[in-house]
């Protein structure tokens, strides 16, 4: 793993060749949250990065879709029936 991008020091860059022959120890790199841009002939063509790991309600939350209560609501009363699942509701 050679250089470091100055953007995002989390950011590794590797050629085609490098990356081919040090596949798994820049998998355990991007496991620990790098970023591998993989480059061909010194220009960027892919990147390798960590999975994002959040849980579906986070990703709602994050795009806005959903609020989270700022606290406890007493009785919620009967369920509404919507013909759906709330997931496939919320993915209209």
């Known amino acids: 793993m050679d250089?470091?991008?100055a953007t995002n020091?989390?950011?590794v860059e590797v050629g085609?060749?490098?990356l081919r022959g040090g596949l798994s120890g820049y998998i355990s790199s991007v496991k620990d949250g790098?970023?591998?841009v993989?480059?061909?002939h010194g220009k960027p063509v892919a990147q390798i990065v960590p999975l994002e790991?959040?849980?579906r309600m986070e990703r709602l939350v994050k795009e806005g879709r959903v609020t989270l209560a700022s606290?406890?609501?007493g009785d919620p009363g009967e369920p509404i029936d919507l013909g759906?699942?709330?997931l496939d509701f919320l993915d209209r």
Do not use: F, Y
């Open 3 to 5: 250089e470091k991008d």
């Open 9 to 11: 020091p989390l950011s």
């Open 16 to 18: 085609i060749r490098d």
């Open 34 to 36: 790098n970023r591998i």
């Open 38 to 40: 993989v480059t061909d």
């Open 53 to 55: 790991r959040s849980s």
């Open 71 to 73: 606290r406890p609501k």
């Open 84 to 86: 759906v699942s709330v």
